[in-house]
């Protein structure tokens, strides 16, 4: 039974023109003029976009000891709301170190529960050969090419820089490209202490013991371990200047370097940290924090500069009560906050509406770019022929406001709460499926989304080898006469 | 009559892919696998490009009291040989100062010689109401949307800043997209007659009379009106850091601002000017000139990072008997070089073919990018169903020698003679036509390109409007009683 | 008969130590322990610094239709009682354009009227021989060795491009360091127009027509003439990072570029333009106008790094009835605001008790840098056997509050007004006689002033020229055989 | 019995003048015209400066397995030879651990060797409550204000991040300053394994390991730290714009960042490293490598804008034998090259003689600025009253060719061979004694010289102290009603 998308404004990160989309079983069959189908989805006086991809959740991830209340049920029905289509959620190994089992588990949780398309990105968080064995059946055959480091949280996920090395090194081998969470774990941890020893408990501790220097380090350290290693690089939650102006010197040395920053350090700030309230700034706990106004406008700048590509969420949703495990000490509270379900719609009211994105930017930094970056285009982030049917009717006309009682969260705030939303899917695709109508009683449809493979050796990275493999250091030639005996 | 090509690779800005492209007529009709057509045209092992834009020459231009040797014909015929489509000359108002009769005569002497599309920037050399009318025809009835300003050619086509602005303002409110050329032709002026006074007569003169920071200067003086009058700005032939670093500044600001190196100055480098035979440096005069290593890197690099968009040519062909009006004094030496034949070879050999540019890259930066700037896309610039079939089959394995005995230009030399090209097109399609077939003595056919109209208010010349508009400075209300007499 | 100031702590731009100073007439004879004199001033508890020297004044001058307030009598009493013993006001030619008639003008005006030692700064506001040879004599006869240009003004005091390169050019083979005011005047005069067209006519407007951007682009501009030309440069009133900015990459480069902040820019911000009464609002009408936070935290730092190097006032006060001009049109506002008095204690409160500035800087950038680049050191500047006896005993223990009504500024309000000072000068001594005494009612001595003669040719620029001059370009020499001959 | 150096040019940091300097024991007495002493040293035609003081020399250093050969004897009669005064050796803990049993042996080592006086850093290498401790001693009892901290030579003298946190912070509350040698140890070692592998064994491997990336990164992450400790930083041996720009962002950032050139970077590149002869190239290995030209510019530019502060040699001599330790692996040769005697003459040649420099600039980085640096100015590193007679009268007319033959160096070689020198001591004065006189055969007086004690609490220190404390994070204070339970 195929549909057809009719008398919407298709907007691609490239254009917008007018046109009718024919989607035949998951895919799309057809673009164009006065097309037919068995059913007809009316996207008049909206927009016709590609499905959102978030590259940066974590459902039911084991962190700080609590597990993030959000499920993949909760969070693919949140996105699919909010018209994202796929999110990329990072799978962390377990006790057992194990990259492959720990895929395992992550497809036994997620499996009969994703609403929407799911990949994983895979977590390096030690060192080992079977590490390095595991990291190429992990490209290869289970379809992940894409391997996230910490360099914060000292003591649990954080590894070193010769760890980092060798991984990054690992990647270049395997056309993979390695993800950075970019913080100075020790002195991160340093910073806590001190603070915890002046007294500073509260949320404001936390924004005080991550200042921006100190993601603009970790930033900087990744980019020249990449540069050094001869991959790519993608910096997660690029949340200040000082990071972001490492990705740009970076860029301008010819270094293939992204950069992510996530809706909310586009949409709010520092302050959040000092509201009275202990649950209030609690629930605005995550690394890195909120910044300054200076810092969001340079997000913003940079989104439309093309220096930084993506805009993601770091979903990772704990309830007031996990919140609470740190009443006595900021550095307990369980980092993250939500946003899957508004992501979208903020970035086209604080951005497109005031006019810093265009439609289309809107567009690449909401699925186009990533699904490049993630070697998944035009299956996914396009409106193209023969790629999935990941479509969003996106409508302007439908304004509301952030509420947790109408949120699809399961958590019991939102950090977006009372801001006024200046667009909405009228209809979210998947695949060809309806999964979300707006004002028509949805419901989740637990375990109809699917895992994508993605493949290695995205275009950057084969540029970025041949490069490496030309400007390589060659050896001097010298005569054995002028080189004298040892000692 | 349809035609097939068939068995490409197709490479766009976004992606390349395996797909047959099926022409009806001037257009693309299908793209997809095992297409039939009435004529097939083979791309097995090669690609298939979209048909290059150069959007920078002068063709049969007056200048510097001669005319450029390069006709219409012999421009468009060299630059389908060489896998370009369109090309986009420089309109030069005439005594009268009128830009539409100006059009006109550009119209007249193209026409009837045009083997491949093309279209005008207009020149804004003055300023009076007559022209504050005209531009609005210009854009409304003529579909130019772009108009050129000169901050250099001091007594002939330089302007002032307040012209500038004005100029800027009156495209701000049409929707349309102020060039520059960006040296600051006082100090050019200077410079030129203290080098002349020191018996620096040779072309090294030139070099040295326009350094960088000459056209830095210029560059971040442009920005800041454009900024000032609301409009986005493209700045020409950017041949060195200090321009590229003016327009990065920029960028970041979130200012909407271009850049377009040439193919020789990604390839040339200064010391062309310091060779020993007047001739050969001669036939290198161009403005900017070429420039050090260290300035082509940042070029290179900025193609990368996406804070330079399009390679042109700045075609301006002179021969040797016209270079040599300036024997005694290099300011009188007619500025300009070749290049339309070459460009997507040189630059894919020395970008594709060395890792510093990904093929898609290589796309965006000889078609796409420009053809988005100009509000045609995907008219021209892609290969979309529905839009010209302006389409290259590039062949990697046809390597050539660049030679003036076998060039389609008129003049009589090549400023890349000897240099190994590593990829040619096999065939070249305008609208439908093969214009150019490799190994097949194609011959020119003159009247057969058309002037496109390009329609005004690209996307993100409208974002940047909504921007503006809303951060406008308001006026404070002052309580009269707070509000003194005058005196 | 000699005078000891006793049981200070001398502060140089270098270092702090406990020592007397002996003082012979006009100079200083001894400095050392246990010193003796005819007359003991007692500096216990206190700092002993050189009498600051403020660069830019303007008094008495005529400007906008009408002559600054302040007088030399009492703009140098001002002074006095601040802390500084010299100021350098800005020599302005008059209708025949002579440079040494302005000269003796401004001779007439201050002679009998000084209280402190002064200098001039000769404005070039014009282009012609008779002024390229009237330079020669201000620097050699005159004992001038700066001149001011004005990019802004358009119409008034505003030069073009070229006329600064000639000028710049003439200063290079005097050993003359020219300043510019940097703000690009055909732009301002734009921007006037269009928000006074919008109905904007109050101070804000001030601020709107003059933004961070217009300076920056001046500055740049300035600094790259500067450069072809051929010698250093000094930048006044530096106010915002785009301005600074271009001083660092300058200076990143080798160039010589100086940049003076003024102590109105460093303390108070763009939002007393909005202000809701009128007269408050226009008392603070300056060009350029006061910027956001982040200037100025810009150039705190500057101030440390070393990238600014003087803090000056552009002191020119015009009275409330004069600012009523421009009651209907913000551009009619007399251009001014005070600060000669408030300038040292303002510094001192904000920076050095801060922690932003050491004592030293604050000795530096109040006179030791700005006598250097004059190439007075140390002469003024310092505290050095042989030097002029311009010194300040600096008392951290004397607190007040600025008030309009304590002033000695002749004018009827101060921008500073309410402020706390958290030093003064408990004696300031110029060439060696108390010109004030805290508490003790000191009195105007007008006339007691000297002007101060100042020789060209200052260290950095030797230094500029032998390096200008090892690497001017070099002509290409060619074989005739080589040259064809011309057409 | 007085000594008088009449009739030469002084030249300090500041200015330039003619005045004699009387002598009396160790200090000078007196500075003006017409002095008369018991002695008189000619000074005519020549500059009278204070003598170099080089911060950072390693004699007799136990490293890689060998020890330095270069003498505390012959190389402070080297430095003396050159003009240099004094010099700061780093004081490496032993197997112990213990700082104040490393000074005790540095002293042993030293004490009867010196003819020139000295000073040590000391250096961190790991962290201790001991060390904590003995940090204290070290500055209050040894007089020893600079801590050293290894970022490199992982497995042996590297430290981790928290380490340096830890230290930093100390270093902060004792008002010492961190010194830092900026490479990232792990990714150096990895590179070393990476290119050993690779076959590439030679010196060129020492480059090619070191890239100036890897630098930069460690400078960054280094100033970082700095700032979130509260202290000052100096970064010795800057090698590269990229190290040189993390200091310039630092202290446009208002941080108080040193940086220290070596005059080996200024003036060779790394094509010594290519050079055919393998003890050649050899010779040259020390860390960082040279760089390229590019890089060089960049650090002479710093020089004169200020962003570098010290020119230093970091002095580490071993002998050709020595040197083919590493015969058949780069990472084998020790580290290290002479220059302590030709520090002052080629920066002399290279910087002041092309107007580079002015003189005034190179007293101030040959010995001005580390002795404020250092708190010892102007005992040291300055001409005044009442300071150490440390006079040098430098003799521009002296030209002389660096050759291994004629220097007092103990090594077989000399990396500046074969150079001219356009400027020499004609006398070097230490407290008082001539130790070097040229033509005179001079000889080391071993054991005349002194350790010079450093107070702690630079002025920059007290200055950041402050603004720190003024701005450090407050505490939100939270109404216990707002603050729910814990779980
Ligand atoms: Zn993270
Ligand atoms: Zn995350
Ligand atoms: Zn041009
Ligand atoms: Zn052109
Ligand atoms: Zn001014
Ligand atoms: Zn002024
Ligand atoms: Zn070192
Ligand atoms: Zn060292």
Known sequence: MSKVIKNGTIVTADRQWKADVLIEGEHIAEIGENLTGDEVIDASDAYVIPGGIDPHTHLEMPF???TAAETFESGTFAAAAGGTT???????PGEDGSLLNAIDDWDRKSKDQICTDISYHMAITGWSESIFDEMQKVVQERGINTFKHFMAYKGALMIEDDEMFASFKRCAELGALPLVHAENGDIVQELQQKYLAEGITGPEGHAYSRPPEVEGEAANRAIMIADAAGCPLYIVHVS???????IRRARQKGMRVYGEPLIQHLTL??????NKDWQYAARRVMSPPFRS??????LWNGLAAGSLQVVATDHAAFTDEQKRMGVD????IPNGTGGLEERMAMLWTKGVETGRLTPEEFVAVTSTNIAKILNIYPMKGGIAVGGHADVVVWDPSIHRTVSVATQKSIIDYNVFEGMELKA?????????DVIWAHGQNSQPQPGRGKFIKRPPNASAAKALSKWKALNT???IERDPLNIPAGI
Chains 1, 2, 3, 4 share one sequence.
Do not use: I, W
């Open 86 to 92: 796929m999110l990329v959620d990072f799978c962390l």
């Open 473 to 475: 250091p060659r050896k």
């Open 424 to 432: 909405a899917p009228r209809f979210t695709l998947s695949r060809g």
């Open 269 to 274: 700030d520092e302050s959040e940290y000092f």
């Open 64 to 66: 700080m000891g609590t």
């Open 293 to 298: 106004k200076d810092h969001q406008n340079g």
């Open 240 to 246: 200040c200047e000082q990071a972001h102006e490492a």
């Open 329 to 332: 000490n900021f550095a307990m």
